[in-house]
């Protein structure tokens, strides 16, 4: 079937994350429709979950394409609703008539961890995830998990974080996750948040835990309790799938110098209202109880 | 390492705005030099001196805009360009605002009514010209630009005279007219008092005072930096004073400036008598003078100015706010320093608040070195490294030269501070974090990264200093007071409302 | 008016510079607009002060005004045709006439070379290549340009003695314009062939072509050139680089005029067949007729208005009403468009010609919006043809009065450029041209668009400041 005429709104892809390349271009998305809108991000349900396409300052992911900007418009006004179908036709990615993206220019990107990075126990400078707790004090947001441990001491997240200490059995760990996945407002709640950004340490470490598995488990057991964003953004993680400025923020505090984990650490701060704020948390806990390991 | 050099024809960019631009370009990964600007002699020297000069550079006028970066690889270099792409066109498409949009003032003036006052900030070749088409509108102004000559000062002042407008500057940074802020000013509570005066961050540090102590201002004018020249002879002052004069809203008037020439000197006191009003005088590193008026009140600094004047607009003496953690970290730092930390380093980027921070010093004969004291034996041989105590105002032009003055991109201080903080012989940081409009958005988290990394720096070397932060604004500031104090305090910082509060808590902790 | 009524007044502020201090102002709901502030003058400081001494002043504002009725009072029409010699003001034997502002051998391109060298043949003071260029640096040649003596010509614009050439005549001033006939395309004299063909070609002109259409004009009233412009604006021709509109209603007009003239069958049909081929033949008469009508509004005490732009391969050079005979020169532009196959940019010359004569008159590139399909040319949509002749009108002083745009409502073409607002606002004049091969003898190989060179403008404008500030 070819797809004639002219689109409403077409653009181009800017770079595809490996995920969102790899699929795109051997044609192995069937099946696929609008989830949800949003002003800079249209997110896609697929058979292999959820992909996104995002203008470029949202950042990028293995699961996202970046497209250049629609002029002074943005997502919202191409008309697109949920269960809108989607196809692939040759180089160029279809909305009815609505929007055309057209990939064939653009560039994989793959980020830190995509490429196999790993950082190392032996490695792990301690001033450098003084200088990540140091930006949290001095640039998260208000609401979130970090201070809301630190500062208002909430009984729930701190026991919650106590329970996530490397050395703890499944069933403590369980109950911790339990108690976080779904928790806070938001569309990525900052439970969620927090332990991508806990899980982000474990799993781009090259010492392997038990914990990991332990946490992995149990976020599919408690996927129920969170959204469909959320809940994918979860399943990304427990695939070490994450986030632009996740990515760099672990390369930074594992193996650059503090004034770089300040900078990244500023960088993915910005994300969300308080989304940002919660990883960089749940990075930071993570990042302390792998010292306190060792 | 790759490195590249673009030349856009005819795409003009106000300074300020590339200049953040390079600024956040060069914060990116795998960015080592970077310069966004339009070809000035200037930037086209800066473009030689990191090793990007080319020859379609050299053939660059003003009117074209210079992209050179030196970037780690060919991913980067493209990131990087499209960043500045899309920065510029935001730029450029923020102007397209519904309605039309206009070039000149000529055109503003033709086409629409009730246009009062122009701000200017072109650069200083063009920005006289500019100033005399807005008086020739009568239209009032606030002359931010500096390098403007002497002569032109003057033609202005006096056309500004005889037209009854005001002229501000030039090289104003601070006023506030009729509650609205102009240039770098805070947000204060409308009041009684009306002051004038030639230094920005002065003109900032006092008013905030005063709407600390709950008292307010009618109209704050700032004059410019050279207006209390021999030349210039206080055209604008004279002219301020007698508009505060008739102004029935000010019932009590602040001057303040450095020390003027002697004639000078005069005509302002002269004129100072005769007001009918409380007058209450800050001369800056001036001796008291004798015989003044008796409506006339004179403080040696900033802070006594702010107390005095809110007194009197009050009716009730007023006092600052003490500091409720300032004794627990003085404790704390004094178990734990060392013999050797004997000395003050003063990070400053308002110009007036350093050298403000010098006199206490000096009146206390405490020695000290700087690179913006006139004294010989004070000046600092080495401006790149600190001796004893030294205080530096980093918005000199030696450390601006090609790039935002630190109150708009504090982050080019911070070097220093980690620099200073991190010498074996600093005992006490003091430093300005100033709030209110035209500053960075986030000031005090600026500050606190820097303390933040030292202190990193400092743990693994078994030692630690003390931070001591004059946090100048209100707590109706765009960056929100108690949020920025609370940032400062978390990094260890002891945060003080008042400049001079905060150099004589220093110099205590140093003098013998 | 005092300080203290500021005190009770409502604050609006206009905002130059620093675009921060607007955006502040307006987030606390200031009325404030912000200026797409630029300096002037490409930001130099000494054409602006030249610029402020020549502005608000009613001298000048009235020089030009007179300047452009002149323009558009002027008249155009071909009366004669005669040869160089007989006809052109300060032609001598040795006189040999060129395209734009003065030049010497040494610095001449391989077009004009070339040309010279066939004129010099063609005069038969030359039987080859070498004896041609012998006798060129010889210095008994004078060269000199042809706008110095009332003429014009495209491309090299080489004008011999022997040559005939288009009588022009301004009706209403008495002046008149000349310039030689076209010969054609591709290897032509005019851009420096000089084979036997081109010597042939221009003998047959003098015994046959010239004399023909003369005796044709004898019939006639004369033909009014500018008439034939004004319509074949309204028929997609630009009269600089199309114009074949004005070609074939030069043919209609002429034409029973030939016929009247009774002329040798075979001459007759070798004349009408050689202006049917040559869409470009009404190019000379286009440009003489910008000539003739310029000349009239050149030499206005006070006046800004530019009186010529023309070009000679290496440099631009412009002049200006108010300071006659004065040339203000920069090097000639490479011209920006398409090129033909198998041509590449190093094979371009540098922009060369009078026929930027008609741009200075108010068509050619002016009337761009007229001849969108030019586009398919020199390059671009055709919105860009109607962006280029709308900004035109930034830079004149006026319009004109007889020479209209179809699709702009008939406006009149922006007229009479104004060397002041031309520095103001950074806009130049938008020419377009053809491309000559920069060697010479070889021909057209592209046509696009070219701008003067800025030095031109600012050079004038110092002048203009000297001599109108006393």
């Known amino acids: 079937m070819t797809v004639q005429g002219s689109f409403e709104f077409s653009t181009d892809a800017i770079s595809l994350g490996i995920y969102m390349n790899r699929y795109l271009h051997k044609h192995l998305l069937n099946n696929l429709k609008v989830h949800s809108v949003f002003r800079n991000v249209i997110n896609l349900e697929s058979d292999i979950g959820l992909l996104s396409l995002v203008t470029p300052e949202v950042g990028r992911m293995a699961t996202y394409a970046v497209v250049s900007p629609l002029g002074d418009e943005d997502f919202l006004s191409v008309g697109l609703k949920p269960e809108s179908k989607c196809i692939v036709e040759g180089n160029k990615l279809i909305f009815n008539k609505n929007l055309c993206i057209n990939f064939k220019a653009a560039e994989e990107w793959q980020g830190i961890l995509d490429k196999g990075y790993k950082w190392k126990m032996e490695e792990l400078k301690e001033e450098n995830v003084i200088a990540l707790k140091a930006a949290l004090h001095i640039y998260g947001e208000k609401n979130s998990a970090f201070k809301r441990v630190y500062e208002n001491k909430e009984k729930e997240i701190i026991e919650a974080v106590e329970k996530l200490s490397f050395k703890n059995s499944k069933s403590i760990i369980s109950s911790a996750i339990f108690s976080l996945i779904g928790l806070g407002p938001g569309l990525t709640p900052t439970g969620d948040d927090f332990i991508t950004g806990l899980l982000s340490v474990i799993t781009s470490c090259r010492e392997k835990k038990y914990i990991e598995k332990f946490i992995i488990d149990s976020i599919y057991e408690n996927l129920y309790r969170t959204n469909y964003i959320s809940g994918n953004m979860l399943i990304n993680s427990t695939k070490n799938i994450y986030h632009q400025y996740i990515q760099d923020l672990i390369f930074a505090v594992g193996s650059e110098t503090p004034e770089k984990v300040m900078e990244a650490s500023k960088r993915l701060m910005k994300i969300g209202a308080t989304s940002g704020s919660d990883i960089a948390a749940g990075i930071y806990i993570g990042f302390i109880n792998a010292l306190e390991c060792f | ?512 | 008016m005092a300080i203290k009524d500021l005190w009770n007044e409502s604050i609006k502020v206009v905002n130059l510079g620093n675009q921060g201090f607007a955006n502040e102002l307006k987030s606390i709901d200031v009325d404030t607009i912000h200026l797409h502030w630029k300096p002037m003058a490409r930001g130099n400081a000494e054409l602006i002060r030249a610029l402020d001494a020549l502005s608000s002043r009613k001298d000048i504002e009235d020089a030009n005004e007179e300047a452009l009725r002149r323009i558009n009072k002027s008249q155009a029409v071909l009366i004669d045709i005669q040869n160089a010699i007989d006809a052109i003001p300060g032609m001598t034997e040795d006189t040999i006439l060129h395209a734009g502002p003065p030049i010497t051998w040494d610095n001449m391109s391989g077009p004009m070379r070339g040309a010279i060298m066939g004129a010099l043949i063609f005069e038969g003071r030359a039987s080859n290549e070498s004896e041609a260029v012998q006798l060129a640096t010889s210095g008994i040649i004078k060269f000199s340009p042809c706008h110095e003596h009332q003429a014009v010509g495209p491309m090299a614009g080489i004008i011999s003695p022997s040559m005939p050439v288009f009588i022009v005549e301004n009706k209403t001033f008495g002046n008149r314009a000349y310039s030689t006939l076209n010969e054609g395309l591709g290897k032509v004299l005019r851009y420096g062939a000089y084979s036997s063909e081109v010597i042939d070609r221009l003998n047959w002109m003098k015994a046959v072509l010239a004399p023909g259409l003369n005796r044709a004009l004898r019939f006639s009233e004369g033909i009014d050139i500018k008439g034939i412009i004004a319509q074949a604006l309204h028929m997609g021709d630009e009269l600089h680089n199309r114009n074949k509109a004005g070609t074939s209603l030069f043919i209609r007009n002429i034409m029973p005029h030939l016929v009247e003239a009774r002329l040798l069958s075979e001459e007759l049909e070798a004349i009408v067949k050689f202006i049917n081929s040559n869409d470009h033949f009404f190019l000379n008469l286009s440009m003489a007729a910008g000539k003739v009508i310029l000349d009239a509004a050149d030499g206005i005490e006070n006046s800004t208005v530019v009186t010529t732009m023309s070009r000679n391969g290496t440099e631009f050079g412009i002049r200006v009403s108010g300071l006659k005979d004065q040339w203000f020169t920069g090097p000639a532009q490479m011209v920006n468009g398409l090129l033909f196959p198998g041509f590449k940019e190093e094979d371009c010359n540098p922009d060369i010609g009078d026929s930027a004569i008609t741009e200075t008159a108010g068509y050619g590139g002016f009337a761009m919006a007229a001849a969108i399909a030019i586009v398919q040319f020199v390059g671009g949509t055709p919105q860009d043809a109607m962006d280029f002749s709308n900004k035109m009108y930034e830079i004149t002083v006026g319009e004109s009065s007889v020479f209209s745009i179809p699709v702009f409502d008939f406006r009149g073409t922006a007229t009479a450029i104004d060397v002041r607002k031309v520095i103001e606002k950074n806009i130049l004049p938008q020419i377009n041209t053809g491309i000559a091969h920069k060697a010479a003898g070889i021909g057209q190989v592209g046509a696009g668009l070219v701008n003067p060179p800025w030095e031109c403008f600012s050079k004038a404008i110092v002048a203009l400041e000297e001599k109108l500030t006393k």
């Not at chain 2, 600024?23 to 473009?47: D, F, H, P, R, W």
């Not at chain 2, 201002?217 to 020249?229: A, N, P, W």
């Not at chain 2, 002697?262 to 007001?275: D, G, H, P, Q």
């Not at chain 2, 012989?425 to 500053?439: F, K, M, P, Q, R």
């Open chain 2, 1 to 512: 390492m790759v490195s590249k050099t673009i030349v856009k024809s005819n795409a003009y960019f106000d300074s300020v705005t590339l200049m953040k631009i390079s600024a956040q370009i060069s914060k990116l990964k795998g960015v080592e030099e970077v310069l966004v600007g339009m070809g000035t002699e200037l930037n086209k020297e800066s473009l030689k001196n990191i090793g990007l000069m080319s020859k379609g550079c050299e053939a660059a006028n003003p009117n074209d805009l210079i992209i050179g970066l030196k970037v780690q690889d060919e991913d980067t270099l493209n990131m990087a360009l499209k960043n500045i792409d899309e920065l510029l066109t935001n730029k450029s498409k923020r102007k397209e605002f519904k309605g039309k949009s206009y070039e000149r003032i000529e055109e503003v003036v033709r086409e629409q009514e009730g246009y009062n006052m122009a701000v200017i900030s072109v650069p200083g070749v063009y920005a006289a010209r500019e100033a005399k088409i807005a008086l020739n509108n009568d239209m009032h102004v606030f002359l931010f630009s500096d390098n403007v000559s002497v002569e032109e000062e003057i033609e202005l002042k006096d056309l500004a005279n005889s037209k009854g407008l005001l002229m501000m500057g030039p090289d104003c940074g601070t006023a506030i007219i009729n509650g609205i802020p102009l240039g770098f000013a805070n947000r204060i509570r409308r009041g009684n008092i009306g002051i004038v005066g030639a230094s920005g961050t002065g003109l900032q540090q006092v008013t905030t005072l005063i709407h600390s102590f709950g008292a307010g201002i009618s109209q704050v004018i700032g004059t410019g930096g050279r207006d209390l020249s021999l030349k210039v002879g206080g055209r604008t002052m004279l002219s301020a004073l007698q508009a505060l004069k008739e102004d029935e809203n000010t019932e009590v008037v602040v001057i303040i400036s450095k020390p003027p020439s002697e004639k000078v000197a005069k005509k302002i006191l002269k004129a100072a008598s005769n007001l009918n009003k409380k007058v209450v005088l800050c001369l800056l590193d001036s001796e008291k003078k004798e015989g003044l008026g008796e409506n006339i009140i004179q403080c040696s600094n900033l802070e006594e100015t702010a107390i005095k004047a809110a007194t009197l607009s009050l009716n009730k003496e007023v006092k600052l706010k003490a500091s409720e953690e300032a004794y627990s970290i003085i404790k704390e730092f004094e178990t734990m320093r060392k013999p050797q930390q004997k000395y003050v380093r003063g990070v400053y980027g308002g110009g007036t608040l350093c050298d403000e921070a010098i006199s206490v010093f000096r009146n206390r004969g405490i020695t000290i070195y700087s690179n913006i004291t006139l004294e010989k034996k004070e000046v600092l041989k080495n401006i790149k490294l600190s001796r004893k105590n030294t205080f530096l105002d980093m918005g000199d032009d030696y450390f601006t030269k090609g790039k935002p003055h630190p109150m708009i991109e504090p982050s080019l201080r911070n070097n220093r501070i980690i620099q200073e903080a991190l010498d074996p012989e600093t005992a006490v940081i003091l430093l300005d974090v100033v709030l209110g409009h035209g500053s960075h958005e986030d000031p005090a988290g600026i500050a606190a990264e820097a303390a933040a990394l030292a202190n990193i720096s400092l743990m693994k070397e078994g030692r630690k200093v003390l931070w001591i932060a004059a946090l100048i604004g209100t707590d109706e500031d765009p960056q929100n007071y108690g949020e920025q104090k609370e940032k400062l305090k978390s990094a260890g910082f002891i945060v003080l409302q008042s400049n001079v509060e905060a150099a004589k808590l220093a110099a205590s902790l140093v003098e013998i």
